[in-house]
Each structure stands twice: as C-alpha cells, then as structure tokens.
C-alpha cells in the first residue's frame, strides 16, 4: 500500500470524525485508529499477522500534562516496566488511582498499563506523595518512561 493511499486514509479519519477505520486489501491489512498522544507513523502489515492497532495522530489532543518539571533529587522517577496503554483508573468514569498530592505507601496500586490484552497493575516502588504525573489517561507508553515523580517520605 503506498504511502499516500495511507495518507489520504488519515485524512478521511480526521476529517469524518472517526475513531477507527479498517482496510484489508489484498494480503495487507491496515488499522488507523486515532489517539491523543503522538505515535510513529502508520505500518502496512500482512492480513495473516494479528494486528490490534496501528494508531494515527487524533485532529485534537486533549491538555497534555503540565511541562515537565526538572527532577529534583528527593524525587523518586516512577518509570513504565513495559510499554502499554497506561490507564489512570480502574475503569472509565471511576476516580483515579491517585491524583497530585496524594500520599501512596510502596505497594499501593497507582495505575494500569494494558499491554498484549493483559492490565498489569502498576504498583507504586516508594512510599511519598505524589508531585507530579507525567502521562495521560490512555496515552501510549514505553518501556522505562516517567510515568510519576514521588517526594520520597
């Protein structure tokens, strides 16, 4: 499939208002599916290999975080240990896990980061209060990324 084709595909996405659109043609099977966070451009993969998404940029992104804050060095950098699509709650319409300035001891679940289908329960690594939250709810992550900034206790 060239490059364009895919191209105008996109802008039949976001130009319809769409969250999703499909396409198998011949041997190739293409995904869009739009998103908030900024991702790698579309891939063309063959229709036998199991293909959940292939995101695309969404026409409005949602506030992003606050500009990140320089570390300091009594904050404890929470980081992703796979990449996923963190959830900030335990389901859609529920409180988050946890917002800023609250206090979570080592094991208190923060977050989920759904990955290959399975929800893996992020567990906070120290107890402290939480200053700052560096993604978004359903924003893609990858492995190692600052997901939380502590204030180590």
Do not use: W
């Amino acid at each position: 499939m060239e490059t364009t084709k895919i191209a105008e595909l996109a802008k039949i996405l976001k130009d319809n208002g769409l969250t999703k659109l499909d396409l198998t043609e011949g041997d190739n099977r293409l995904v869009l599916e739009a998103i908030s966070a900024p991702v790698a451009p579309a891939v063309v993969v063959p229709a036998a290999v199991p293909v959940e998404a292939v995101p695309v940029a969404a026409a409005e992104a949602p506030a992003a975080p606050a500009a990140p804050v320089a570390p300091e060095e009594d904050l404890y950098e929470q980081k992703t240990p796979l990449v996923g699509t963190v959830y900030m709650a335990p389901q859609a319409g529920a409180a988050p896990y946890v917002s800023v300035g609250d206090h979570v001891a080592a094991g208190d679940t923060v977050c989920i980061v759904e990955s290959m289908k399975m929800f893996n329960e992020i567990a906070a690594e120290c107890s402290g209060t939480i200053e700052e939250i560096c993604v978004n709810n359903g924003q893609i992550v990858e492995y190692g990324q600052v997901l939380f900034r502590i204030r180590e206790d």
